[in-house]
């Protein structure tokens, strides 16, 4: 059962209804044209497989569209690897072409090794960030760069409504409430080099589409990443499931209060000129770019 | 110790160290001018009891300034007629004028009647809201009332930086963002009858001022309100003193976050114009004022 709109549906109408939920944000926010070529970023967990289930299922509606899944092996033993099955798996049952990138090829650097370095470099000093700070810029290049290599129009990423309502509070308790602007179903820059990201999931939450991969039998990965910290970001989430629990409908309350205020917001945002990074040609807003910056400050390049 | 800024100071430091902060919250925000007639809105709570206390000990700076308390009477019995006697004692002490309003005299109505009319016909509806929506309206309205009354130039408000901070996520959880640009230290209408309502204390810690309050022996009054709700503000308050707990300057950071953003939303704001209620002459937005429409509905007026 579906506690904040009541409704109660069989399996059947669960997953036409997740689907349609799908169908409904793509055409609203207008994320792909009839002839576009979409490459979905598959990293083998469950919004992603999902995501790429449904497009593929859409995608036969449309014979001038064309699909293809790209994925970034980050490098890290035990937990990538596996997910990486899943995702090749998915694409060869779905029939979906399959573009794979990883830190190591991009960068000269696997997050394993990365991490090694963080660490010794982080005895005795307190500007060290995570992990996944360091994770989370890299693989948002690794994705632009292979979805280029795919030839894609759209990079379709799998965040979910629960992503995107964390990460408007993470910015607001993070001190940058500012950057709830970049937060939203359709992200495009002016630049050659970057493609266009869209969220065909952000109006799903989390636990319907964990319902559906279930319904749907979806193979998918299931352990943790082994450098999972126990950020803020999961306080946010237990915070929000808790209000969920007892506030139902908050998640969807709080991403529509926010759509009320994102024009406002991206009226104010200075006009962002992006150029080529000095260092390695991709499109940045300064001379070097945050990727090569981060890969400098651990002595990689 | 406060645990956000590293400090430990003594017990006179730290009585210092609030004072000096309220003291920057009024400069930087320009809330008074030194001629200034200030109505200090006193309740008989630990935050209104304090601020009167420090605000009157920097009105012996200004000659030019005046001081004086107002306090409104919802009629609660059991609850504010205490109050209403720490409000007293606490202006006889520091020798303030005292101005009173009571829901009675301004509205015809006590909110223990109110809130029976409520039950009444809240049988079978889902359509009334809870007592303290319409405590909320008419106590803003009274204070603005008793404020001309006492011909002030400003209402202070004893709102603390959790009370800013709840309201923020409050506005955000239940849908409304963009009234996060109505939560600010100074607001100001343009309408001769309107008083602007400053914030001295938006910037302290609820924690802290409990604490200034208990090394300056404040008495004030401690018991809640009988209709007080568990309402979702008290759920927000909750969470976010787990935050503070274990990410010490949640508060603080969210504060100066949403400060980032409310120009933007300000500029955003259609311009509101005042007109006068056609009932009772008081300044609103719509045809008829809140209030009136909140008494006609429970057929007051």
Chains 1, 2 share one sequence.
Do not use: W
Not at 25 to 47: C, H, L, Q, W, Y
Not at 272 to 299: D, N, W, Y
């Amino acid at each position: 059962m579906r506690i904040y709109s009541g409704e109660k549906l069989c399996n059947k109408c669960f997953t036409k209804s997740i689907e349609d939920k799908v169908k409904a944000t793509i055409s609203k926010n207008r994320m792909f044209k009839p002839n576009d070529r979409i490459a979905v970023a598959v990293s083998g967990g469950k919004d992603s497989v999902t995501l790429l289930c449904i497009l593929a299922k859409f995608e036969k509606l449309f014979p001038k569209a064309s699909l293809c899944a790209v994925t970034v092996d980050e490098g890290i033993r035990g937990y990538r690897d596996e997910a990486v099955t899943f995702a090749l798996e998915a694409c060869r049952k779905l029939e979906v072409e399959h573009f794979m990138i990883s830190f190591e090829d991009l960068f000269g650097v696997r997050l394993d090794e990365l991490v090694n370095r963080l660490k010794a470099k982080g005895k005795g000093s307190n500007e060290v960030l995570s992990p996944c700070a360091y994770c989370g810029v890299l693989r948002r290049r690794a994705l632009n760069v292979v979805a280029r290599q795919a030839k894609a129009d759209r990079l379709a990423l799998a965040h979910n409504l629960d992503d995107e309502v964390q990460t408007i509070l993470l910015n607001i308790m993070h001190g940058d409430a500012p950057r709830i602007a970049r937060v939203k179903p359709v992200l495009e820059e002016s630049h050659p080099l970057f493609v266009p990201r869209v969220k065909p999931l952000c109006e799903v939450p989390e636990k319907e589409i964990a319902f559906y991969a279930y319904l749907k039998k979806t193979e998918f990965q299931t352990i943790p990443c082994t450098y999972a910290t126990t950020a803020m970001r999961n306080d946010i989430r237990l915070m929000l499931n808790r209000f969920e629990e007892k506030h139902a409908g908050t998640k969807y309350t709080i991403f529509r209060s926010v759509e009320k205020i994102r024009p406002a917001l991206e009226a104010a945002e200075k006009e962002v000129f992006l150029q080529a990074c000095k260092v390695c040609g991709e499109p940045t807003v300064s001379e070097i770019c945050k990727p090569c910056e981060m890969l400098r400050r651990i002595g990689v390049k």
